[in-house]
């Protein structure tokens, strides 16, 4: 079946930096999907992309739907503690009746 | 801002017993999924329902699962004899139009099967 390649799977921030995570698909998507979430919680949507090479921004996060519709990213910039959590993208296709198939997540920790 | 409801936020159950995991989606929404998450792994589809009746569903999604809308707000899903291998969080999530727009999501049900 489909799979998205999320990188990178973990990273450490200190607080002000900016933060960068992408996905990858051997296939197209019609839609790609950013959620963050936190422990005990439910995945919160961050960003809707729908067309190819769409950059969209959400506050302090922006996301780009790749030209190729196989690919995504999100950026954080200036980032703050309560930014830690775990990032997931999701692709959905036009062919389904939208369900949606999710990387594996960015876990996003504060530099000790 | 509307929500997707879940109760209970935790089920723990002996296995073999069925289970029944309870969403509400929000109000106008007519499109209603299923996911799992299996601790420390990625989210993973299970079933879609639009209309009173299942659009798609994964593998995952056996003879021993089922899904029903019960009356106008409610949307469940059933465990007919769970496994110990079901112990995971359930997220109920819904979309007012489907394809090309995005879910929303309930804070989950975590499953024990003990």
């Known amino acids: 079946g489909q799979q998205l390649n999320q990188s990178p799977q973990s990273m450490f921030i200190q607080e002000g930096e900016d933060v960068s995570m992408n996905c990858t698909s051997s296939?197209?998507?019609?839609?790609w999907l950013w959620y963050k979430q936190d422990p005990g919680e439910g995945p919160v949507l961050l960003i809707a992309?729908?067309?190819?090479?769409e950059l969209t921004s959400n506050g302090r996060l922006t996301a780009q739907f790749g030209i190729t519709r196989k690919d995504s990213f999100l950026n954080i910039s200036a980032s703050i503690p309560s930014d830690v959590g775990i990032y997931f993208c999701a692709g959905q296709n036009g062919g389904s009746q939208g369900n949606l198939i999710f990387g594996k997540g960015t876990k996003l920790s504060v530099k000790p | 801002e509307p929500e997707v409801t879940q109760t209970p936020s935790h089920q723990v159950t002996q296995m073999g017993q069925e289970v029944i995991l309870r969403c509400v989606p929000i109000s106008n929404h007519l499109y209603f999924y299923w996911y799992r998450q299996i601790l420390g792994q990625k989210v993973e589809f299970l079933v879609s329902?639009?209309?009173?009746?299942?659009?798609?569903k994964s593998e995952i999604f056996d003879d021993q699962f089922s899904v029903e809308r019960p009356d106008g707000s409610n949307f469940t899903l059933k465990i007919r004899s769970t496994k110990l291998e079901d112990s995971a969080m359930y997220f109920c999530?819904?979309?007012?139009?489907?394809?090309?727009?995005?879910?929303?999501f309930g804070d989950g049900t975590r499953l024990s099967i003990l």
């Open positions: 329902f639009y209309n009173n009746e299942i659009s798609e």
């Open positions: 999530a819904s979309s007012d139009r489907g394809v090309g727009q995005p879910q929303h």
């Open positions: 296939s197209i998507f019609n839609t």
């Open positions: 992309l729908y067309k190819a090479g």
